[in-house]
């Protein structure tokens, strides 16, 4: 079952035209709405099914600097900034706590990895560290693990996936911002060369800018015009328990487990490292551009071969504006929880800290995550089709940056000093 997210009041009716409108309801389209609306820009947020109802209510809340990609950083340094003002900005607890991310090694090739990340990171003033055994010991009690050491910042934080969303969506509504549900875009409409609108299911939108939020989506959004974006979709199976006594605040990623801290005194848990890959056309097409990253990171990407394949060809590739797209014929992308997975965390878990051992499972749950071959995001104008912007592929971590990620997106949509140097996000770097 999806975890369900706090109901939103969007709007019944459907806009003629506006300035920008936003192609997708999740965390990051829903942070570019808020600033633009914040901003005094006439914003349409269009959503296929619910908002955050794909991987922006089923991430599991983390908020992390720890082992980012260096040039990354910067965009999580300004999230912490902006995830501080959220309660202020939103008017609600969104569960923000900095409660610090743990990561635990088990052998000394783990822990060279730690070492090398916080040597790359040097000169970036982060408050990173390396644990010793004992240390990790004294930060989560009641642990049998055997860790050679570990790593933790304790300015990485937490928030609640099913509350942020829709908190930052009302308050956009309250701003001005329309955000329409059950709306698909099919596609674009051109004038002079330039966006002048997009085709939904419902008609069209006159409007002078497009930002595509889409997450998984916006590579399939974007191949029907001719654009490529590399993602591929990769699942992660995911369970929460009911509120207990746990060894710590602390977020703590081990080698085959997570666990985190919710608001409502239980935890998230996952068999942190293992992804599942449901082969799809694309795993053949760009699957190559992974390699480097597959050997290096992923050492447990599970492969399987089935329906999702059939799926996916069914799904179509190339349609026009008066056809049914895609994106009508799956609202909600919900992939089946995968019960392996599940079981090896929660086994590796109790074995690590058997106070698990009394955990009660009260919900379980599995989301699609968009993987860009450098797992970065791409948060671009696309040079090809002026008038458009694009951030997605946030790569399993764009919960935590999605406040900098929104405001980014927003500041090139409306050519404003953006927040940070956004050429680390060029779509061109995929492209030459
Ligand atoms: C299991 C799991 C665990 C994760 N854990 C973490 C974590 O701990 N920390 C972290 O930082 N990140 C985490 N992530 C990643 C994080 O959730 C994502 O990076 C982030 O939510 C991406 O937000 P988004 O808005 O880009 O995409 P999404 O939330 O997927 O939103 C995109 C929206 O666009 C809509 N859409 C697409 N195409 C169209 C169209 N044509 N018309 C209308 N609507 C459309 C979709 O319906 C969807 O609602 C996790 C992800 C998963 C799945």
Redesign the pocket.
Known sequence: MAPVIVPVQTSPDFPEKTTVVV???????LTAALTLAERGVPVVV????RI?????S??????RKTSRDKVDVPLALASDALWAEMPKRTGTDVGYRQAGIMYVARTDDEMAGHERWIKSVEGLSLDSRLLSPAEIARLAPGGRGTWVGGIYTASDGRAEPTLVSSAIASAAIARGAVIVEQ???RTLSMAAGRIAGVVTERGEIRCEQVLL?????SRR?LGNLGVALPTLPLV?S?FRTSPMDGPTDIAVGGPDFSFRKRLDGGYTITQRGALFAPLTLDHLLIGHKYLPTLIAQWKNVRISVGRDLVRDLSLGRRWTASDRSP?ENTRIMDPPVIPALNAEAQHNLEAAWPVFKGAVVRQSWA???DVTPDSMPVISPVTKIPGLTLA?G?S???????PAAGQLAADLVTASTPILDPSPYSLDRFTG
């Open positions: 192609i997708g309801g999740g965390i990051v389209g269009l959503e296929k099914g955050a109802a794909e991987q922006s089923r991430n599991l809340g983390w908020i709306c698909a875009v939020a889409g997450g998984l989506w959004f992660a995911v994106f989301g699609m995550i997605s946030f399993g971590h764009g919960f935590g940056t999605s």
